[in-house]
């Protein structure tokens, strides 16, 4: 963060200072040569100020994602835009800044920091660890692939100002799970569930060069059969703790002491652990100021079950808290050490609910009465803070969702509340101090400080975060529509806002109030898509049957002037489906699963109708259609761009899934420029030329580089080269001020997380 600022400081001295060679004449905020220009350009990027300026401006956006759901793929399915608003819908009950798996947090509060000051980590994958480097940064190890948009695999180094160290990086390997990481002098040790490390058959314990990420083959440890959770140090020696039951060819289950020198076993540590799995230690000390070593887990040891202490050479101590259940984390303040887990009991019977603090000499409670609802994951202290993890969702009576923090001078909860999108499951956080006010945090979970929003989401073009006051929908959202001062909202809802609308719903901008028209729909229709023209708004979905008491199959029409319902019917027969509506001059091109239109067989899946009543055109014509259900429909140059789920187009052959259909000679391209593996449920066309393709697919025109998203270029007749890196559907997309924004099921784009939305130019 300090760095980010120093540069940007820097950037604009130096502006000033060239401006500066003549002395200004005048006083003048906008002039560049004054003190003026340089004041107020900084106020206004450290304040993050729009306002209309001769000042410069700065993109502040980091666009938020969708996260959970009741039920099914997790995503934006539809996408619009309205002043300097994006609007989005689908199945999500969360928003929340797409941070990955690690965030550097306001210790006051817990809102992460601007991106603009500590630029975002985007880590796709979980992160278990980490610690620090000593310099202000910090190393952090996990089960994740990518760090800032570049390659990297369970292991990596982020330094001060918040940015990945590019010189820093290990062998690729996408099985590497990392748990554990201690640093001690220029070495990095590493454990967690690894069977090789690159080129060698080292296993769940390596050491590395901190500046490289090298392996060094001058320490071994040799034999270790399974996974390692957690490592401490005691000078020239490295505690190891884990699932593993024999190391160096010795039998010991857990917990052992190796050299740090070459990672030999250190026999004469010999304590037992009979079954289970050590989980954290922590080299504490007891009230005289001997070291002791504090380890927890879901063993059983003859010493005390889940949790016992030992001297570093192995002595047991008197410390016997007995929880009765699985202890996750262990931390020690002053004279207490504190308890995390899943345990309800201490001390052989009094009730204590996953987190208590004990006497450090014999683990006899102090304080059992935190008032939590599940179980810890992981505790850190930092100072006077005691930092947890976990599943609860309350403590002492202070709403939580998963993490929290008490002020250890009196045990009470303080105000860091981060909100992540979930549970933290064991092996839980890491919580360490990145200094001012600030605690950089890892879980494993995609995002926090997230906020509720069922379905529906009105987002700041500028900020990327969501506004208030908008209305939740009961059920998913799969169209949206903009015409004038009213918002079309199709899907398969029932309630919005607490008002009746069954899956078709207006509402009236600015203010996104819930219209006072309802549309009524028969039955449990869902809508699909909805677009329109200079006097009607379009509509068409799946299940539907009557439309404000009148018939109209799979699609139907309201007049913008009044919003009755038009005349205009397709009739695509019963259980038919609108899947998508396209106007062209004077056509309306429907796509769907149909066999007939105007109540006439033999048109399936693809028709035009005219504009005014429905009636068929005959284009194409019933000798050439695709052969099974039409998705999504998108017209440039004279041609329709079509996706779907079909192979074959009547009368011409083979055909995969997409198809070109011009206008001009109403006959379909040959050869067919994009051909893809598998379904196309997307396709969208800009006025540059570029047409978008999305689906389950996992190539374009055998090309595996388009796996879900690809971009035909019409002006070349070629796949664009650029690589979005997404890894699931792009069901939505939309172009507005110089950037794409897409939409859909994926949680990785560019190589970043980002919660099924994402900001590019198509060049990252």
Not at 24 to 49: M, Q
Not at 352 to 359: F, G, I, M, R
Not at 381 to 389: A, D
Not at 470 to 491: E, M, Q, W, Y
Request: proline letters at 4%.
């Amino acid at each position: 963060m300090g760095a980010f600022r120093s540069h940007f400081l820097t950037y604009i001295l130096f502006f000033a200072l060239v401006f500066q060679c003549k002395p200004a004449e005048l006083s003048n905020t906008c002039d560049v040569r004054t003190d003026g220009f340089i004041y107020g350009s900084l106020i206004r990027f450290v304040t993050g100020d729009r306002s209309p300026s001769c000042l410069p401006s700065f993109d502040f956006q980091e666009l938020w994602g969708v996260f959970q759901a009741p039920s099914g793929d997790i995503g934006v399915n539809a996408m619009t835009s309205y002043n300097d608003q994006i609007i989005i819908g689908g199945n999500f009950q969360l928003l929340g800044p797409s941070t990955g798996s690690a965030a550097f947090l306001q210790s006051g509060d817990g809102k992460v920091v601007p991106s603009r000051y500590c630029p975002y980590l985007k880590i796709v994958g979980n992160t278990y660890i980490a610690i620090p480097d000593g310099g202000g940064g910090f190393y952090i190890g996990g089960e994740f692939f990518a760090v800032q948009g570049q390659e990297r695999f369970g292991v990596a180094h982020i330094l001060p100002g918040c940015q990945l160290d590019y010189q820093f990086n290990v062998p690729k390997d996408n099985t590497r799970i990392v748990y554990s990481l201690l640093l001690k002098d220029d070495k990095l040790y590493v454990g967690g569930n690894f069977t090789l490390w690159g080129d060698t058959t080292q296993r769940y314990l390596v050491r590395l060069n901190r500046y490289t990420g090298n392996i060094d083959t001058s320490f071994t440890v040799q034999n270790i059969d399974n996974t390692v959770f957690d490592l401490d140090t005691d000078f020239d020696s490295v505690f190891v703790c884990g699932e593993f039951s024999q190391i160096g060819g010795i039998a010991k289950r857990g917990i052992a002491r190796i050299s740090s020198a070459d990672g030999a076993v250190i026999t004469s540590f010999n304590t037992v652990i009979s079954t289970g799995t050590c989980l954290d230690l922590y080299l504490g000390t007891d009230s005289q100021g001997s070291p002791n070593l504090f380890i927890v887990g879901d063993f059983n040891a003859p010493s005390g079950n889940y949790a016992f202490a030992v001297y570093p050479d192995g002595t047991a101590t008197g410390w016997a808290p007995d929880p009765n259940a699985q202890v996750n984390s262990v931390q020690q303040y002053q004279n207490k050490i504190y308890l995390g887990g899943s345990f309800t009991t201490l001390n052989g019977g009094t009730p204590t609910s996953y987190l208590a603090s004990v006497n450090q000499n014999t683990g006899t409670i102090i304080n059992n009465n935190f008032g939590l609802d599940a179980y810890v994951a992981s505790l850190q202290v930092i100072e006077n803070t005691l930092y947890l993890s976990g599943q609860f969702t309350t403590v002492k009576g202070n709403p939580r969702i998963s993490m929290a923090a008490l002020d250890l001078t009196n045990e009470t909860v303080n105000g860091f509340n981060p909100t992540p999108e979930g549970t933290i499951s064991n092996p839980g956080s890491s919580f360490l101090s990145a200094g001012n006010g600030v605690v950089f945090v890892t879980f494993d979970r995609s995002t926090i400080n997230v906020v509720p929003r069922n379905h529906f989401a009105v987002i700041d073009e500028y900020t990327g975060a969501p506004i208030e006051g908008t209305p939740n929908f009961d059920f998913s959202i799969k169209a949206l529509h903009v015409n004038g001062n009213r918002l079309f909202v199709g899907g398969s809802f029932t309630n919005v806002g607490g008002q009746s609308r069954n899956a078709f719903a207006i509402l009236d901008l600015p203010h996104y109030q819930v219209s006072s028209t309802n549309v009524i729909l028969s039955g449990s229709p869902e809508i699909r898509t909805i677009t329109s023209d200079e006097s009607k708004v379009y509509a068409g979905g799946i299940s539907l049957g009557t439309v404000n008491g009148q018939i109209r199959n799979g699609v139907f029409a309201l007049n913008l002037g009044d919003l009755s319902l038009n005349n205009w019917n397709p009739d695509l027969g019963v259980g038919s489906s609108g899947e998508s509506i396209l106007v062209v001059n004077d056509l309306v091109f429907i796509g769907g699963s149909f066999t007939q239109v105007n109540g006439v067989g033999g048109y399936q899946y693809f028709q035009a109708v005219d504009k005014l009543s429905g009636t068929k055109m005959d284009i194409p014509s019933t000798s050439n259609l695709p052969g099974g259900l039409v998705y999504s429909l998108a017209h440039a140059n004279s041609r329709i761009y079509i996706g779907g789920f079909f192979t074959n187009i009547t009368g011409i052959g083979t055909v995969n899934f997409a198809a070109v259909y011009d206008l001009t000679s109403r006959t379909y391209l040959q050869p067919n420029p994009v051909s893809a593996e598998n379904m196309v449920n997307y396709v969208a066309a800009y006025p540059d030329g570029n047409v978008f393709y999305g689906g389950s697919f996992v190539n374009l025109n055998g090309d595996t580089r388009y796996n879900s998203f690809g971009v035909y270029q019409t002006y070349t007749n070629s796949l664009s080269p650029w690589n979005a890196g997404i890894n699931n559907v792009v069901y939505t997309s939309m172009f507005k001020n110089g950037s794409y924004y897409l939409g859909g099921i994926f949680n990785v784009a560019l190589r970043r997380i980002n919660g099924g939305l994402v900001r590019t130019r198509l060049f990252e």
